[in-house]
């Protein structure tokens, strides 16, 4: 396990629940997605997603996912991304799942 | 929303998947559970959790949820915890619902 931190290291993340408005192809990395997500802000975010290989387009579309929304944006092979969606993956990598609410949730709903 | 963080902020932070093994009401703090969470290592860890107004026990046992793994131990009223489980919340607080993965994954998986 990781070195200890205090709790006010996890209180500079922000982390929030967000939908996902839409899913296309990255024009230039087959691995990754570009997902339009509302995070409950005036406009949605762009934010690219390594989800390529785990799920289709159906399978994200519309669901409720958890980003961290505070990240500096960067820029991944063209696209600039404003936040990143949480997923778990087991050790050898063979399942990997976004992370949910357990029900559903107004977007931007702040996790604690 | 908050300041922008770089990525190695958020790496800071230790995230997995957990099973709660047991549920059970804490002693002195009647909105705490004192769960027994199953977090892939040799030993089921303590982690003290504020559902108790949000869920009933049979609503979190045998449930997987995602937790802070590598916060310092904290003493709340009397119990030490070792982590937090995260829950989004929207702004009245009306709506509480923990994290889960997509698909039920192996203890331990971290998040990335």
Same mark, same amino acid.
Not at 91 to 108: A, D, H
């Given at each position: ?51 390529? !290989?785990?799920? !289709? ?56």
């Amino acid at each position: 396990m990781s070195e200890k931190i205090p709790f006010t290291d996890f209180q500079k993340l922000d982390l929030r629940v967000g939908t996902i408005l839409e899913v296309e192809n990255h024009p230039k990395a087959d691995k990754l997605y570009v997902l339009k997500v509302d995070l409950g802000e005036p406009i949605a975010r762009i934010i690219v997603a390594g989800l390529r !290989t785990h799920y !289709t387009h159906e399978a994200l579309k519309g669901k409720q996912a958890i980003f961290v929304a505070n990240l500096e944006p960067v820029n991944l092979r063209g696209v600039e991304s404003n936040g990143m969606i949480l997923a778990a993956s087991n050790e050898g990598k063979s399942k990997v799942f976004f992370l949910k609410p357990e029900k559903q949730i107004e977007p931007g709903s702040k996790i604690h």
